[in-house]
């Protein structure tokens, strides 16, 4: 079964400070990768998506990701960390239809928090 | 967003009890998901539904049923909830590969 892996779990930084978070998948054939962002009590919202194409995804609020295939990764990357950057982050992967995917089915990291010290 | 509302947004319960949620969208979207949340295990799909009457099981379908009578609501339910079903509900539509989240609701089973 496919699986997504997200390798750490409780991030702690100081503002200004560069952010890298981690994320790698089963899936060996093509897939949908992305980023959701959950800020406190509040559900998750789409910080970014890769289907094709340039593998470096720009999405919301400053953040990137880059898509490594030979890696099986889709690392999340921001220069510059803000306090209102916390939150908790789920990479998440699905199979297109026409390579044995459900329609839209979300398979999900265990998600990463993110604590920004102002 | 999508617009996507979940009711209700708090709920307590006993064991044994049953409970529903409902999740209603105003965007004509197909698919519609049901997702448990729990801390250490991300987001886990439940069932979802492809079309009016029409739903599928996911990873964790056990203890919940799920229907869909209108494109607009999906409801879940659990005939007797557990406290291994505390835990933060989220619905989901899609359009395409895109999924769109409600505002949750967290269920609390004494």
């Known amino acids: 079964a496919q699986s997504v892996s997200q390798h750490n779990h409780h991030v702690i930084l100081s503002e200004a400070a560069s952010l890298e978070l981690g994320c790698n998948y089963s899936?060996?054939?093509?897939?949908?990768l992305f980023w959701y962002v959950q800020y406190p009590g509040q559900h998750l919202q789409l910080l970014l998506k890769y289907f094709s194409g340039d593998p470096l995804v720009k999405g919301i609020k400053g953040f990137e990701a880059e898509f490594i295939k030979s890696k099986f990764s889709f690392n999340l990357r921001k220069p510059s960390v803000q306090w209102s950057d916390t939150a908790e982050y789920f990479c998440?992967?699905?199979?297109?239809?026409?390579?044995?995917?459900?329609?839209?089915?979300?398979?999900f990291g265990k998600g990463t928090k993110l604590s920004v010290k102002p | 967003d999508a617009g996507i509302t979940q009711s209700p947004r708090h709920k307590v319960t006993e064991t044994g009890t049953p409970v529903t949620l409902r999740c209603h969208q105003t965007e004509n979207h197909r698919y519609m998901y049901w997702y448990r949340q729990d801390p250490g295990h991300g987001l886990r799909l439940i069932h979802y539904s492809y079309g009016v009457k029409d739903t599928d099981k996911g990873e964790v379908s056990d203890g919940y049923s799920v229907s869909r009578s209108k494109t607009e609501d999906f409801l879940l339910t659990l005939e007797s909830a557990t406290s291994s079903q505390t835990s933060v509900y989220f619905c989901?539509?899609?359009?395409?590969?895109?999924?769109?989240f409600g505002p949750g609701t967290r269920l609390t089973v004494l």
């Open positions: 998440a992967v699905n199979l297109p239809m026409n390579y044995g995917g459900s329609q839209g089915n979300l398979i």
């Open positions: 899936y060996g054939g093509t897939v949908n």
């Open positions: 989901a539509t899609s359009t395409g590969a895109l999924q769109f």
